[in-house]
């Protein structure tokens, strides 16, 4: 090449560095390394390549904690949203299930290695190396999902490493002829769990139940109860299921992908077209929109990926992702609609009176039905678009393993909204049979129809590195320095976030069975003062693979065995409170009336006190860990740690007096210690061309809060300090008051006056008060401490199943509210009620006595209404056939599979009445499905 040209580029790269870096996007995982026709990497003795923060690295030479899984194993578990699909899948990652509302079916929570906060415990994302959305993607744009998390891992990430990170690849073309799939799958979705309410005959009886227990006549005559329990008159005796009637028994769900991939040694593509759409359950809905909608989601994704080597130096990649989303609902928000359903007595009133209006009253005033199918609907439009460009310099000719690496990436979201509403009249039914009169409550208005779109967010991302890479006799050393950039602007905000990282890291090993990894990242964020942004944040690691050395290198049973450790400082920039903690600020609030015309005046006030000190969270993180594989048959790997986080933000309001008159600033005072294991077995053998697999997993996470700057208690078990993050606190319950008797020798309950068959607590400090005093720690929080998983798998001649189980323990959930507490800020009666206390059945009611008064002493936080929160789920089953290569060539199909599957198909748990996961509103969804894999 012309001299004259290395010169020229090389003055044009410095001058004008397009930052970046080549990023995991552009690494071959493991099963593409097999197949690539770059022979240097098989060649290797390190043998495969998995994705990295910000590069690459060989698995035998691995220092630090990483888990990986594959869209392969993803597709298993069909689902609208990519974390979905992620339950167990990967060991240090706690989720639970969330709302199954189409389109918003996020999980509910997400940690890694448990919570080493009580402040934020979010984390970042990475796709393809610059942060951006995961729920959104297609599985089958994914090549790789793997979450980073202990601090060789996390090093690059510096000050926003501290709670770990997921990284995500999506896939690339290799070279060879174009290869083209198609993923179908189709299926019903319905509720894993709906919560249980009683019917209008046992909601009559048990009211009147409850007006007895309060001295009050009863409400309902013989008369009455005998209609509701006959049905005879469905209009003044109504006996309506809310569930039956606003809901569907299941809802459509269906997902398609046609990709093509392939290329020469020059230019390599992967093109995907995807589609998928999810149907709410909301029944008689009308599918043209023309008066309601149900909820609908639909997704389009699309992606090119494109490979180019231009020259012998330069070689280049441009990455274009995206995705269009429409979601419809009804016209009534989703969280109210299900609270009303199960509020909404069945007695309440009809769906429909006589002439066909909607029913209602003053008290239940939003007929469930009616805000489904008459309120009209409202919708959104999304549009996402990701670009990015990437550009290789091979620098060898200065020196040897060299590479230059630039990108540059634009990624922009956009949501436009469309609404055709009006509001509903109700009317109230009264009367008798030949005389119904009718009520009025509101008016229904003529549809309207609503358009707006301001809603964006724009994340420009710059990167730059150089990276070395050499091996000679038994040295490997390679080296790796990188600069980014990252400015994230929303609309309606005129102060960007941004973030800066200069990061590098530098391996070496030796005879191929030691390996050392030093880290480190100089970062820093806008929100912190000037002076003051950047922090230095180190990692050091190490691996020693003992199944080389000569003690166990012939060794029959150990095949393989690897101990690796690591230590080092990451940080956590994900401030509590408002932005620019550190700045005083004054802001209108209110305002006074002065003069003979009493104007209004506004007011500026000052907000809390600014701190120019403030930092970020530092988190000490150490690792221990131990793989390998024994008589070619089992696989293994555990994984000890340990995390000393400080300077949590915290505030000394609780510590100091009000009449200050100011608040207290923001200040770096919070320490939390979070300690665990990660634990994985697989066996693999094969009985002739039986082949199959069993493989079991667990992870435990235990933090502990040391300082949280706490109010001075009355008592030293009423501190939160010393026990976990989220720890529940509430009265410990000895049962129910049998008598009056019973009342009197008992310590004063302070709440409200207390009658026979109210809950009893136990006096803690012994002064025969019960108060807020005589709480305790009760149960465990309501995020899992233990995760644990089994999966069995098996082939035979083209046959293929696979179960898959996931379970959470050592967690608590806490019964409260509408869905729990009868008629309680007019309730409905949960089925759990049933059994409530009389004095007929005292000796073994399991509920309180029923009253229509409000109760502040049955109805508060307290061990009666703790319970475990523990659930076990098949997650996932699935029955596949491929079909034999022989009867596809003449059609020229490579490949054709076709599979049956259900997610969450059974659910173990001690609730019964509701998911365990998520109490109330939108439960989460089970589903069947079927579908097809076909490769020309």
């Known amino acids: 090449m012309n001299k004259k040209y290395i010169v020229l580029r090389l003055l044009l790269v410095a001058v004008f560095p397009s ?9 071959r995982t493991p099963d593409t390394v097999k197949n690539n026709v770059d022979t240097s990497s098989r060649k290797h003795p390190f043998g495969e390549k998995i994705n990295v923060a910000y590069g690459q690295q060989y698995a035998r030479a691995l220092t630090s904690a990483i888990s990986t899984v594959n869209s392969t194993v993803l597709r298993k578990t069909p689902a609208t949203t990519l974390s979905n699909t992620l339950y167990g899948r990967l060991p240090g990652l706690t989720m639970l299930q969330g709302s199954g509302e189409p389109g918003y079916d996020a999980p509910s929570a997400m940690l890694i290695r448990g919570n080493g906060t009580f402040q934020n415990s979010g984390f970042p994302v990475f796709v393809d190396g610059f942060e951006s959305s995961l729920d959104q993607l297609a599985v089958d744009e994914v090549e790789t999902v793997s979450v980073l998390k202990d601090a060789a891992a996390l090093a690059l990430y510096g000050i926003r490493g501290a709670n770990g990170a997921i990284i995500v690849t999506t896939k690339r073309g290799q070279a060879g002829k174009t290869k083209i799939t198609f993923n179908a799958q ?23 139940q409850a007006l007895t227990n309060d001295g009050l006549p009863s409400r309902y005559s013989p008369a009455d109860l005998d209609a509701y329990q006959s049905g005879s008159d469905p209009y003044l005796h109504p006996d309506v299921n809310w569930y039956d009637e606003v809901l569907r028994k299941n809802a459509p769900f269906s997902n398609y992908n046609l990709s093509f991939s392939g290329g020469g040694n020059n230019a390599k593509y992967f093109i995907l ?12 809905t009308d599918e043209d929109r023309a008066e309601n909608s149900n909820a609908d989601y639909n997704r389009y994704n699309f992606r090119s990926n494109i490979d180019l080597k231009l020259n012998k130096i330069v070689s280049a990649s441009f990455d274009i992702g995206g995705r269009v989303e429409d979601r419809f609902f009804p016209n009534y928000n989703g969280t109210a609609l299900w609270e009303n359903m199960a509020k909404y007595p069945a007695n309440a009133y009809p769906v429909r009176n006589p002439n066909n209006s909607w029913g209602g009253n003053g008290i239940y005033r939003d007929n469930p039905v009616a805000s489904v199918l008459g309120g009209g609907w409202t919708s959104s439009n999304d549009r996402n678009l990701n670009a990015t460009m990437r550009l290789t310099e091979d620098l060898g000719f200065l020196l040897k393993g060299l590479t230059f690496n630039q990108a540059f990436s634009l990624n ?25 009169t009718y009520r009025q409550h509101g008016t229904t208005s003529d549809f309207a129809v609503n358009r707006s779109g301001n809603d964006q967010w724009n994340r420009t991302n710059f990167q730059t590195a150089l990276n070395y890479d050499r091996h000679w006799n038994n040295h490997e050393f390679s080296g790796m320095l990188m600069y980014h950039q990252d400015v994230y602007k929303v609309s309606g905000n005129e102060v960007p976030y941004a973030t800066q990282n200069l990061a590098g890291r530098l391996n070496y090993s030796y005879k191929s069975k030691y390996f050392t990894e030093l880290g480190f990242s100089y970062s820093g964020s806008e929100n912190f003062p000037a002076g003051n942004r950047f922090g230095f944040f180190p990692t050091l690691s190490a691996a020693w693979i003992l199944s080389e050395e000569d003690f166990l290198k012939n060794s029959s049973a150990i095949n393989f065995l ?8 990451v940080g956590n920039d994900r401030l509590v409170g408002s932005r620019f903690a550190y700045a005083q600020n004054y802001f209108y609030s209110g305002g006074y009336n002065f003069g003979q015309d009493n104007t209004s005046y506004g007011v500026i006030m000052e907000g ?3 701190n120019p000190n403030l930092s970020w969270e530092k988190s000490m993180k150490y690792n221990l860990g131990l793989e390998g594989n024994v008589l070619k048959k089992v696989d293994f790997s555990l994984d000890l740690f340990y995390e000393n986080r400080k300077d949590i933000l915290a505030t000394n309001d609780a510590v100091v007096p009000s009449y200050v008159g100011v608040g207290m600033p923001y200040q770096n005072l919070g320490r939390v210690s979070n300690r665990g294991f990660e634990f994985d077995l697989k066996y693999t053998d094969q009985i002739g061309d039986f082949n199959y697999f069993i493989k079991a997993g667990a992870f435990y996470a235990q933090n502990k809060i040391l300082e949280m700057s706490e109010v001075i208690r009355a008592e030293d078990y009423l501190y939160r300090t010393g026990h976990q993050v989220g720890q529940p606190f509430g009265l410990e319950a000895l049962g ?8 009197d020798n008992s310590p004063l309950q302070t709440f409200t006056p207390v009658k026979p068959g109210d809950l009893k607590y136990k006096d803690q400090n012994g002064d025969h008060v019960i108060n807020e005093n005589d709480e305790i720690a009760i149960g465990k929080g309501w995020t899992p401490q233990i995760t644990y998983t089994a999966t069995l798998g098996a082939n035979y001649k083209g046959f293929d199943l696979e179960l898959f189980f996931q379970g959470i323990t050592r967690r608590n959930v806490y019964l409260s509210g509408t869905y729990f507490w009868a008629l309680q800020n007019d309730a409905n009666i949960p089925e759990l009620a049933l059994n409530s206390w009389t004095p007929e059945t005292s000796g073994n009611a399991t509920y309180p006595r029923l009253s229509t008064l409000p109760n502040a002493n049955n109805y508060r936080p307290s061990t009666f209404w703790a319970k475990s929160g523990g659930v076990l789920r098949l997650r996932n089953v699935e029955l596949g056939y491929t079909f034999p290569t022989r009867l596809l060539s003449k059609a020229r199909i490579s490949n054709v599979r076709t599979f049956v599957s259900a997610v969450n198909a059974f ?3 001690k609730i019964k009445s509701v998911d365990p996961e998520s109490l109330t509103g939108y439960p989460p969804l089970k589903s069947f499905n079927v579908g097809i894999n076909v490769q020309f």
């Open 19 to 27: 930052i970046g870096m080549t990023t995991q996007a552009q690494i």
């Open 186 to 208: 189709t299926g019903l979705q319905k509720p894993t769990q709906l919560p249980d309410f009683v019917g209008s005959y046992d909601y009559a009886r048990l009211y009147n």
């Open 273 to 284: 077209l995807g589609y998928m759409n999810s149907k709410g359950l909301y029944a008689n």
């Open 412 to 436: 922009n979201w956009y949501r436009a909204n469309r609404n055709r509403t009006r509001s509903i009249g109700v009317y109230e039914l009264s009367g008798t049979e030949t005389d119904y």
């Open 562 to 569: 690897k101990v690796r450790g690591s230590a080092g400082l």
């Open 608 to 610: 809390p006190l600014g």
């Open 736 to 743: 129910f008051f049998k008598d009056q008797n019973d009342i």
């Open 907 to 909: 659910t173990w748990d």
